[in-house]
T-cell receptor, first 118, second 114 residues
Framework: AQTVTQSQPEMSVQEAETVTLSCTYDTSESDYYLFWYKQPPSRQMILVIRQEAYKQQNATENRFSVNFQKAAKSFSLKISDSQLGDAAMYFCASLGGRRGGGADGLTFGKGTHLIIQP | DSGVTQTPKHLITATGQRVTLRCSPRSGDLSVYWYQQSLDQGLQFLIQYYNGEERAKGNILERFSAQQFPDLHSELNLSSLELGDSALYFC?????????????FGEGSWLTVV
């Protein structure tokens, strides 16, 4: 079984500043994948970034990057130059196994509500 | 637009009734997943199908069932509905590649049981 913990229910950041959202996970899988999803008020789940556990290099997507610490089972998301449109719930998730699926599918944390202050 | 299509977007029904939620995955995706998002339970994995076969089962109630058809679309059937079944139901799809899965979500179906 996998567990994902997001310890920050809510974060606030000034527009144009940088913010880091924390996530820790636990898994017995040797091969797994980690994700950050964004859920704006529309409730759509939008993939932000993806990390393969076997890759040491941290994933980046434009203003979004991760700090993946495999030994510590930590997977934080850094948002640079925060914009008003970044305001949303952010969910960290894990997926076990090279072929995905398994007993748990995607396991989600409880989310962090990100507020952008203009 | 993720390419995953769900219908209906909103549905209001009475307790005890049965509803069917429909999902069309992204073109080329063989895996379909169903998730439930409620206020108190967060995001819960229900079930996964891969190319028509059940691949994995999560916290899906016995009153719920799903299937994936030969054209790869999927349906989630919810029966004997209770007030607590009110939630946002997501379908997601992925194509399994050698480098693993990326899972894309539809916009969800809002179910309100009254």
């Amino acid at each position: 079984a996998q567990t994902v913990t997001q310890s920050q229910p809510e974060m606030s950041v000034q527009e144009a500043e940088t913010v880091t959202l924390s996530c820790t996970y636990d898994t017995s899988e040797s091969d797994y994948y980690l994700f950050w999803y964004k859920q704006p008020p529309s409730r759509q789940m939008i993939l932000v970034i993806r990390q393969e556990a076997y890759k040491q290099q941290n994933a980046t997507e434009n203003r979004f990057s991760v700090n993946f610490q495999k030994a510590a089972k930590s997977f934080s998301l850094k948002i640079s130059d925060s914009q008003l449109g970044d305001a949303a719930m952010y969910f960290c998730a894990s997926l076990g196994g090279r072929r995905g699926g398994g007993a748990d599918g995607l396991t989600f944390g409880k989310g962090t509500h990100l507020i952008i202050q203009p | 637009d993720s390419g995953v299509t769900q219908t209906p977007k909103h549905l209001i029904t009475a307790t005890g009734q049965r509803v069917t939620l429909r999902c069309s995955p992204r073109s080329g995706d063989l895996s379909v997943y169903w998730y439930q998002q409620s206020l108190d339970q967060g995001l819960q994995f229900l079930i996964q199908y891969y190319n028509g076969e059940e691949r994995a089962k999560g916290n899906i109630l016995e009153r719920f069932s799903a299937q994936q058809f030969p054209d790869l679309h999927s349906e989630l059937n919810l029966s004997s509905l209770e007030l607590g079944d009110s939630a946002l139901y997501f379908c997601a799809s992925s194509v399994e590649t050698g480098s693993g899965n990326t899972i894309y979500f539809g916009e969800g179906s809002w179910l309100t049981v009254v």
